[in-house]
């Protein structure tokens, strides 16, 4: 419609500026009348487009968010699990580590914390919605700057920083698992040396490497710290 005014208000100027019948003077001030007018009336239209385009984005990012904030809820939830996970097994190692010379260990302690002797525990993050909308360029759309930056900080950097933590961790996991497969032996028909696993040397310096969830548990703390965040940006955010 907007561009039908303009074809109509530039037919005028052409048949006013060559009508020889109108003053030089009538001329230019129909021509700037005319040219007022379409000055208008492709700022309106602009205006319009701009603020539709502007709704759409910002819906956009309304969905995005209400994904995100379930997302995030679930992976703390997985992270909170995950951590728990940590604080056991370094409860274990450490035990293991602090084994005395020539005494064995206590078979019932051994047990009760079987889940974690060779178990590997790893963050799976909920990214994929995060990828997708950083992909398709339109994480700007975000206008809030503190929960555009958290969020980026969440998956640029806070996870990436614990999956290498937690990567080590398990690298250093896999060994001690290697280890007890090659050290396996029967000593009958129905015992093996699997106490004596425990006391080797290799084993008590790998629990000590183990027992140490330091900065495995600090990342965590950080990214749950910062996904409760931005759930908290996110909810406010809808409430206003």
């Not at 990436?160 to 060994?175: D, F, T």
């Not at 050290?183 to 129905?190: G, P």
Request: hydrophobic residues 35%.
């Amino acid at each position: 419609m907007e561009e039908e005014e303009i074809v109509k208000h530039t037919k005028r100027i052409y048949k006013t500026w060559f009508n020889k019948e109108l003053s030089i003077w009538h001329k230019i001030s129909e021509f700037l009348i005319e040219i007022i007018i379409i000055v208008f009336a492709v700022t309106i239209s602009i205006w319009f487009h701009n603020r539709s385009e502007h709704h759409h984005q910002q819906e956009e990012v309304r969905i995005f968010l209400e994904g995100l904030n379930g997302d995030l809820t679930h992976d703390i939830e997985e992270m909170e699990d995950d951590r728990a996970s940590y604080v056991n097994q370094a409860r274990f190692y450490r035990y293991i580590s602090m084994i005395k010379f020539n005494r064995p260990p206590n078979l019932d302690t051994i047990k009760k914390y079987q889940p974690w002797w060779f178990n590997t525990t790893s963050f799976n993050p909920n990214d994929g919605r995060f990828q997708g909308f950083k992909s398709s360029g339109k994480v700007g759309y975000i206008e809030n700057d503190s929960l555009q930056n958290d969020i980026m900080d969440m998956y640029e950097e806070n996870i990436p920083a614990l999956l290498s933590s937690s990567n080590m961790y398990i690298k250093i996991k896999l060994e001690l698992l290697d280890l007890y497969f090659k050290s396996q032996k029967r000593l009958t028909d129905s015992t093996t040396n699997f106490l004596n696993f425990w006391t080797m040397d290799q084993v008590n310096n790998i629990s000590g490497a183990l027992a140490d969830t330091g900065q495995v548990l600090e990342r965590y703390d950080n990214c749950i710290r910062l996904m409760k965040r931005i759930i908290a940006e996110i909810d406010k955010q809808n409430a206003g």
